[in-house]
């Protein structure tokens, strides 16, 4: 029998209009700056390559940009990243960006790029996986850090790869190189946006290929591994401190 996998979606959900107005904005000044400065930690070898997904429409610009940088952008698949109808969505590009000298047609086959232990531990996935938060959050060891892709869904990381664990010391490390890039080429904010998100309380559950994250300020959804039984992780000073799951214990 065949593992059922949800279209790949993102939802999510203000907890007020306050919130929503307060945030909204740093989120979309923080997703733009990790952007450049992931082609920046490229052109500056703290990373051999990135991947991003790029809007079709913005396919040439953004490879004249990144040719600034002395980089190329290699399109490798195209991706329905909604189910609106055509005529009404953007198409994007799964891109794979290098500098030409570290170009080879194998880096096209990664599924991540990042420390040697945050590669073998995405090689012993499963093929069909579609996300490994749930092992990356058990694998942790104390509070999930600077190295969390937690939010990566919104858009919001430090760090462009998979990493094994949320307290993964490699990817600790590399999260702290993007940090004092941000700081030389003027991003400061937009890291600071970030460490701040990584540092708030969260429940986390999925159920039947949905992943649901509850925070302060939002919650959002996302597809995930379908699973027959609720999984859950917690990280809260104050359990009050955020609200309650759409995923309810049965009793």
Not at 51 to 71: H, I, M, N, S, W
Not at 127 to 142: F, H, I, M, R
Not at 192 to 215: A, C, H, K, M, N
Request: proline content about 8%; charged content about 25%; some cysteine.
């Amino acid at each position: 029998m065949s593992i059922p996998v949800l279209p790949n979606f993102v939802r999510w959900s203000w907890a007020s209009v306050k919130a929503r107005e307060a945030w909204a904005p740093k989120f979309a000044n923080a997703r733009h700056g990790m952007t450049v400065l992931e082609r920046l930690a490229v052109a500056e070898s703290v990373v051999p390559h990135v991947f991003q997904y790029v809007p079709a429409r913005d396919l040439t610009t953004d490879a004249k940009r990144c040719l600034e940088y002395g980089l190329i952008l290699v399109p490798l698949t195209e991706h329905d990243m909604d189910k609106r109808p055509t005529h009404q969505r953007p198409n994007f590009y799964h891109c794979l960006i290098t500098r030409p000298d570290n170009y080879h047609p194998h880096l096209a086959t990664l599924r991540t790029e990042g420390p040697v232990c945050c590669q073998i531990a995405d090689s012993l996935r499963n093929n069909e996986s579609v996300d490994a938060t749930y092992e990356q959050l058990g694998a942790t060891k104390g509070r999930p850090g600077l190295a969390s892709t937690l939010w990566r869904p919104m858009g919001l990381r430090l760090i462009p790869h998979q990493p094994c664990s949320y307290s993964c010391e490699s990817s600790i490390q590399r999260a702290k190189d993007i940090i004092t890039l941000a700081e030389k080429h003027g991003f400061k904010d937009a890291t600071d946006t970030i460490q701040e998100v990584l540092s708030w309380p969260f429940r986390y559950s999925r159920l039947f290929g949905i992943t649901e994250v509850v925070t302060p300020v939002i919650r959002f959804y996302f597809r995930t591994d379908w699973t027959p039984t609720l999984e859950k992780y917690e990280v809260a000073d104050e359990p009050k401190a955020i609200p309650m799951t759409l995923f309810r214990s049965p009793k």
